[in-house]
Each structure stands twice: as structure tokens, then as C-alpha cells.
Nanobody
Framework: QVQLVESGGGLVQAGGSLRLSCAAS????????MGWFRQAPGKEREFVAV????????DYAGSVKGRFTISRDNAKNTGYLQMNSLQPEDTAVYYC?????????????????WGQGTQVTVSS
């Protein structure tokens, strides 16, 4: 069993940066793929980024590629999402997720564990 807790959200002006953290409990986290998703008000949850169990393989949604960076420190059981050049359209609740496999795709149903989310608000 893995429990995930996100932190680092907040209010930032357009063009600013935030780093989200995802603290995981359980010794298995280091073997699982980790993803970030987001959900804006009135919209469906969407994929943001994924990292393989080692962090070597990554993938991003087109809307964030070049601005966001996913990473992880398995020794600390923690994942990260560095978000730069934030825009108002990035405003959403951001969720960390883990899949019981070494790799996962953008499909949310591949993920077995989810955090409660952290709010990111970008003002114009």
C-alpha cells in the first residue's frame, strides 16, 4: 500500500514558478511509476507528466512540455514537479499518482494510488 501527500501549491503570478512535492509512504514507491495530473474547475482531470520507477524515462503533456519537469528521489520516497513560466491556464488542483508498474502512460486508469491534491492558482 502506498499513500501519497502533495505539497507546494499556492498562488503565483503569471511567469512565476512553483515546485510541487509528493511524499510517499511505503517501501514499494521506488519500484512504481509516478505521475502528475491536474483538474481545473469544470474540466476533466488531465495528464501532466509521468516518470518511470528510476526517473530516467519521462513524458509530458504537450501543454507543459518545456516548462514543467518531473523528477523523483527514491531515497527520500519523494517525487517532484518543477513548474516554470506558469500561466493562468495552469490553474488547477494537481494530483500525484503512482502505478504498480515500472512505467505508465497518460491514462489515469493505469494508476493505483492517488494523493488528495494541492491547489495551484496562477494570476494574470
Amino acid at each position: 500500500q502506498v499513500q501519497l501527500v502533495e505539497s507546494g501549491g499556492g498562488l503565483v503570478q503569471a511567469g512565476g514558478s512553483l515546485r510541487l512535492s509528493c511524499a510517499a509512504s511505503g517501501r514499494s514507491f521506488g519500484r512504481y511509476a509516478m505521475g502528475w495530473f491536474r483538474q481545473a474547475p469544470g474540466k476533466e482531470r488531465e495528464f501532466v507528466a509521468v516518470a518511470s520507477w528510476s526517473g530516467v524515462m519521462t513524458d509530458y503533456a504537450g501543454s507543459v512540455k518545456g516548462r514543467f519537469t518531473i523528477s523523483r528521489d527514491n531515497a527520500k520516497n519523494t517525487g517532484y514537479l518543477q513548474m516554470n513560466s506558469l500561466q493562468p491556464e495552469d490553474t488547477a488542483v494537481y494530483y500525484c499518482a503512482a502505478a504498480r508498474s515500472s512505467w505508465a502512460t497518460m491514462a489515469s486508469d493505469e494508476y493505483d494510488y492517488w494523493g488528495q491534491g494541492t491547489q495551484v492558482t496562477v494570476s494574470s
